[in-house]
């Protein structure tokens, strides 16, 4: 934050595909105000303008880090060097001389925001499954598959459970889990399952602590019980059949 961008240099053009105006000289001279987030977005603002970074599956963002087969952009700002690497390409970064896209927008509220009653009450409009409505950033944003899976398990919901019939008391147990699953993980640095690191290239902790995201065939820590694996919302999806009924 504070600091200017001198230039920016894209070496991958998918890296560009919800961008507009994709012109790298707009962005010369621009102050960066303030950096957040925003579900699953880095959201730097501007002294005029904003630029959205959405990580996808492996994007991550370095800082002063030397150049590799994946890095798709470079920011260079005043006295460091900001560099986005992808291996998988699922990431994206745009930017707008506007406010945020409107697509953002009809994202629904943070996780920290919500509040227990307003959870239970857009649960009980959804007849989805619980897991495949925490994942379509529509009731929540920000939760990924992996927080997903933990909340579910600490608050001893089957993942295919229909929505609009978890109980008010289920339901407060859920948005507790999710609220502590996400403390742990943020307080962890994440969760590095595979090449995940922070911007200075650290490795998360929190997969150490998976109950059970990635322990397919392994006992439960609470009862024993071998973790299952399935498929929901098109995504590998894993519980405990015995404490999760």
């Known amino acids: 934050e504070g600091r200017r961008i001198l ?9 560009l595909r919800h ?4 012109n790298p000289e707009s962005l ?14 880095i959201v730097m603002q501007l002294d005029e303008g904003v630029i959205i970074i959405h990580l996808g599956m492996t994007g991550k963002l370095l800082i002063n880090a030397p150049r590799s087969p994946h890095t798709r952009a470079i920011f260079t700002l005043e006295g460091v060097e900001l560099s986005f ?24 509220p943070e996780p920290f925001d919500i509040t227990p009653d ?6 009980k409009q959804r007849k989805t499954s619980i897991k495949a409505l925490l994942m379509n950033q529509t009731l929540v944003r920000g939760m990924g598959n992996i927080y997903v899976d933990e909340a579910l398990f600490r608050a001893r919901i089957h993942p295919a459970t229909q929505a609009s019939r978890l109980s008010r008391v289920r ?11 996400l403390r742990a993980a943020i307080g962890d640095g994440g969760s590095s399952i595979s090449d995940y690191v922070d911007g200075e290239g650290r490795r998360g902790s929190f997969q150490d602590r998976h109950a059970v995201y990635g322990r397919e065939g392994k006992p439960c820590i ?15 999806t894993h519980f405990c059949p015995r404490c999760q009924r």
């Open 7 to 15: 230039s920016a240099e894209f070496l991958n053009q998918r890296v």
């Open 19 to 22: 961008c507009v105006d994709p």
């Open 28 to 41: 010369q001279g621009r102050r960066i105000v303030q950096v957040r987030r925003r579900g699953k977005h």
């Open 85 to 108: 690497e992808d291996i998988r390409t699922f990431g994206s970064i745009e930017w707008t001389t506007c406010t945020i896209p409107e697509r953002m927008e009809r994202l629904g």
């Open 118 to 123: 307003e959870f239970f009450q857009r649960l």
């Open 171 to 181: 339901a407060d147990r859920l948005h507790a889990a999710m609220l502590d699953v």
């Open 222 to 236: 609470s009862c024993g019980t071998p973790i299952r694996k399935i498929v929901l919302a098109q995504r590998g």
